[in-house]
């Protein structure tokens, strides 16, 4: 019953948003409010290591999956409860364990050394296609309005450029408008192409 496409109830924690207002500020005034069950994908389900009060698992699943609360159903279903004591996240997307650091690693590094660490925000979204735009597009986009560009990309989300500057996210619709989807702190390119 864990494995595969599977209905979950999101965590009253959580950032998703009821009324305009995440979970979780609901939660923490005390207030329940309704959760609907949504669609998440369990790939991988593994048991690593147990012990007579603990299980270890592997959890390879979709966006969107609530770890706790797939602890907390499985616990359920077996009719002793279940709770998490240790999570670690060992990937995701391209990016797996051999390429993090730790908080205390990269507090303790120099700035040139904390500058080289760090990816660029684009990586997270290299399988993204890509739109660069001309400054009249990117001074639009930047303030957040849609703009039409000109382009052979099949509709959808796209990353968002002027020049070589990562802007955020866009969506390109049918008709070839570009709206925003993410930005980027672009106060920089604001004042470039003002």
């Known amino acids: 019953p864990f494995s595969g496409e599977i209905m979950q109830v999101p965590t009253q924690f959580s950032a998703l948003k009821y009324k ?17 069950p949504r669609p998440v994908t369990i790939y991988e ?3 690593l290591e147990k012990t007579a009060h603990s299980v270890r698992l592997f959890v390879r699943c979709s966006k969107g999956t609530y770890i706790r609360n797939l602890v907390e159903d499985i616990g359920e279903s077996l009719g002793c409860g279940a709770h998490v004591a240790q999570l670690r996240r060992v990937a995701i997307g391209d990016f797996d364990a051999k390429q993090m650091i730790t908080y205390e690693t990269l507090e303790a590094m120099t700035p040139d050394e904390r500058s080289n660490a760090i990816m660029p925000a684009d990586e997270l979204f290299a399988q993204t296609p890509v739109i660069v735009l001309g400054p009249a597009g990117a001074k639009r986009i930047v ?7 000109e382009s052979e990309l099949a509709p959808g989300r796209c990353r968002v450029y002027w020049h070589e ?4 996210l866009g969506k390109l619709g049918e008709d070839g408008t570009l709206t925003v989807e993410r930005l980027l702190n672009t106060q ?7």
């Open 45 to 47: 389900l593994k048991v």
């Open 188 to 194: 920089d390119v604001r004042e470039q192409i003002a």
């Open 165 to 168: 500057h990562f802007l955020g």
């Open 20 to 36: 305009g207002r995440p979970y979780y500020e609901w939660a923490r005034e005390g207030i329940d409010i309704p959760r609907q």
């Open 143 to 149: 303030n957040g309005l849609p703009c039409q560009v």
